[in-house]
């Protein structure tokens, strides 16, 4: 074997690191992301084995069940190569055990399959005289790809879903030069018996890593999609391997499309045992923003606790903490972790429970709420495309919608016709277009008279006694305190109501300002000065 040839780490710049992403579903993993998740696992092996190291045995199985450029299983290559040098010192040997027996792939397409053949055998055959391995009798090698189709079931009319990944028929019942995107890997019932037909024999692997897809598009409005990466979480646990260490997107903290049941059965899994987080996408993945950001996970089959967790920002590190992975009372993860203690204070200051008191609830009682000043989204019944009329009839309502205002007639109004005539506080539910901190968090209220309404582009909060207390309102939503106790709970760029639900509610007689906020609750020195690190300051118009 040609040792310069195999030693592909060595290339500069890496090829992995140069190819665009096929699209927001598909997202490239950074070789340099990789290696850190790779870093984490042996970190963890060597933890629980005695401070042995998992690149010197010769026993483990690894599995990428998504594989797109290899790059996984292209790092797990590398370093068995080296550290199984004592035991298996002939190099030609060493990379085809390696290659045979410990390292495995799914590929999600035709091309990704050939791409990460391409990447670990340095052939797209495994067969071929180029490929680095030597005894592969299946071109495949053990990069399995083969198309598959989704499994439509409901009715006949057009909007049949796949009862695997929920994939519209509309959109994915493709011809045959097209891509399925019926991932292998989830479309199985028994996933035990569907990888030996792929690998032909029993398998039972000791890690399960990669970078699963995140989205299909559902069939909504515009570019809607719906979350799948959940489904290849479920399925990984049910393999029950050694280590799972995956990367996804981090709204499942709290909220997304169809994520409620899965976001439970993750927070009440006591198996987690750390989160790398990173808010902006970016920090990971340089192309299209992930809103909400994402996170990569290491979860030990054989060990329960708390759950580490360490965020990251602009390259660094800047906390880390070994906590409950769903605090008491709770219903969502608490992302930041000096977000856990300052909102602790306002759970104390609100229902007057000790603070440090192990049934501390963090949960603000149903009448402390801000919440349920908070409209549902599309209040008024007109929906984010609604334009209205140019100009205003005798008895029309004002509308704030998209881009501007227009006018209504009341009788087109479907909803929220006991809060027309009233003072009430519009806000867009829709936030800040980035993730980099520090950001608004949430756009900028305003007040509402007597007489508006809005299209589903704003919610209203509200309604109000006076133009006075309206305006209240919108200084307490100014405040980065405010907006800080938003942020904890809002997963993406929209901030609808559950978002709402760690802001307490107050008297409204009266203006609000940060300093006051942050004495009323106790904030330290350091807890101020992280709020202030992630919520830009936000001036508003009260005439």
């Known amino acids: 074997m040609n040792q310069s040839a195999f030693r592909l780490r060595g290339r500069n710049p890496d090829v992995l690191s140069c190819i665009a992403n096929l699209s927001n579903d598909e997202v490239f993993t950074p070789p340099e992301f990789a290696k850190q998740m790779l870093d984490s696992l042996g970190t963890a092996w060597a933890e629980t084995h005695d401070g042995a190291s998992i690149w010197e045995d010769d026993s483990v199985r690894f599995l990428d069940p998504f594989t797109k ?4 299983l292209r790092e797990i290559v590398a370093r068995l190569t080296e550290g199984l040098s004592v035991k298996i010192p002939n190099l030609e040997e060493r990379v085809n055990h390696i290659l045979m027996h410990q390292v495995y792939g799914i590929g999600i397409t035709h091309l990704t399959g050939q791409l990460s053949r391409r990447t670990v055998y340095c052939s ?27 499994s439509w079931t409901g009715t006949i009319s057009g909007s049949r879903r796949c009862k695997y990944c929920g994939a519209n028929e509309a959109n994915f019942d493709r011809s045959a030069d097209l891509e399925t995107h019926a991932y292998a890997f989830i479309h199985s019932s028994d996933i035990r018996t569907r990888l030996s037909e792929m690998f032909g024999e029993d398998m039972q692997f000791d890690v399960i890593i990669g970078n699963p897809p995140f989205q299909l598009r559902d069939g909504g409005y515009g570019t809607s999609a719906a979350p799948i990466y959940q489904h290849f979480v479920e399925q990984a646990k049910k393999l029950e391997p050694r280590y799972l260490c995956l990367v996804i997107p981090a709204r499942w903290y709290s909220g997304g499309k169809g994520l409620d049941e899965f976001r439970m059965s993750m927070l009440e899994d006591n198996r987690l045992r750390v989160i790398q987080d990173y808010p902006d996408s970016k920090e990971v993945f340089p192309g299209p923003q992930i809103k909400g950001g994402v996170c990569y996970f290491l979860w030990d089959r054989d060990s329960r606790g708390d759950v580490t967790v360490t965020t990251w920002d602009k390259g660094a590190a800047i906390s880390t ?23 602790k204070k306002v759970i104390s200051v609100e229902t007057g429970a000790p603070l440090d008191s192990s049934q501390l609830e963090l949960s603000l009682p149903e009448e402390k709420r801000f919440s349920n000043l908070v409209s549902a989204r599309k209040p008024f019944g007109f929906d ?36 027309i005539d009233e003072w009430k506080v519009f806000i867009a539910y829709a936030g800040s277009g980035s993730d980099a901190f520090p950001h608004p968090i949430l756009p900028k209220p305003f007040v509402g008279k007597p007489g508006s309404v809005s299209s589903e582009t704003y919610l209203y ?22 907006r800080f106790l938003a942020l904890l709970r809002k997963p993406s760029q929209h901030a609808t109501r559950p978002v709402y639900s760690f802001v307490p509610r107050q008297d409204f007689s009266k203006p609000w300002t940060d300093p006051e906020l942050y004495s009323l609750y106790g904030s330290s020195e350091e807890e101020i000065a992280f709020i202030e690190s992630l919520v830009r300051p936000m001036e508003i118009d009260i005439e």
Do not use: M, Q
Not at 461 to 482: H, K, M, Q, W
């Open 69 to 72: 450029t290899g790059v996984f």
């Open 124 to 150: 797209k055959d495994a067969t071929g005289k180029h490929s680095i391995a030597s005894s592969f009798t299946n071109p495949n090698g053990n990069i399995w790809f083969e198309r598959i189709e989704h």
């Open 321 to 343: 903490a070994t906590r409950p992975l769903l605090e008491h009372g709770a219903d969502v993860f608490i992302r930041y972790n000096p977000g856990v203690s300052i909102l």
């Open 384 to 419: 984010t495309t609604f334009r209205g009329k140019s100009s205003r009839a005798a008895g029309d309502l004002l509308l704030y919608r998209t881009s501007g205002t227009g006018y209504v007639a009341r009788s087109a109004v479907a909803s929220g016709l006991e809060v």
């Open 461 to 482: 909060i509200g309604p109000f006694d006076s133009e006075s207390e309206a305006s209240n309102v919108c200084t307490y939503l100014a405040t980065r305190f405010v």
